[in-house]
């Protein structure tokens, strides 16, 4: 299906490896839960393969795992609210990326340098400016977060088609 294999190449570009964002989509485009055979049928992916990226989407909140009255396989279904999907990747790329760099950052602005002045005066700009920049695009992405649970902002969007 095109859209599977869409989804698996923007979630490359993002950094997410490709045969997790396939099993993403095809969990998307499955209103109920899908066992293990089913996925790795569907996309020909090994057992192993589909295995991890399934706990991996689980750890990224996207999936969950159930468990069917009288069935012995697991099945693993998506989360399907788009605006919730979009801010649980917000969120895990937020901890996942942004933290260790301001992290960093911290620590890098309450460490005296040697070196030339001119050197550690350009050294010191630019930690500042990197976490200055870091720290706006975490409010943004806040903002994002929270505009989706926002019914002015619903409204809005809608006004504007």
Known sequence: ?????TWGSVG???GIPRSMAQIHALLLVHQEGLDTET???EIKLSRGNVNINLRELINWGLVS??????ERKEFFKAEHQIWSVAKQIIQERKKRE???IQNLLIELKNTKFEGGKEEVA???KLVKDLDAFLSQMDQL????????DNRFFNQFIKLLK
């Open 122 to 124: 350009h050294f010191n």
């Open 65 to 70: 795992k159930q468990n069917i009255l009288g």
């Open 141 to 148: 992405s806040e903002l994002l977060v929270k505009m989706a």
């Open 1 to 5: 299906m095109e859209f599977i294999q």
């Open 39 to 41: 996925v790795m049928e």
């Open 12 to 14: 490359s570009a993002w």
């Open 98 to 100: 942004f933290v260790p």
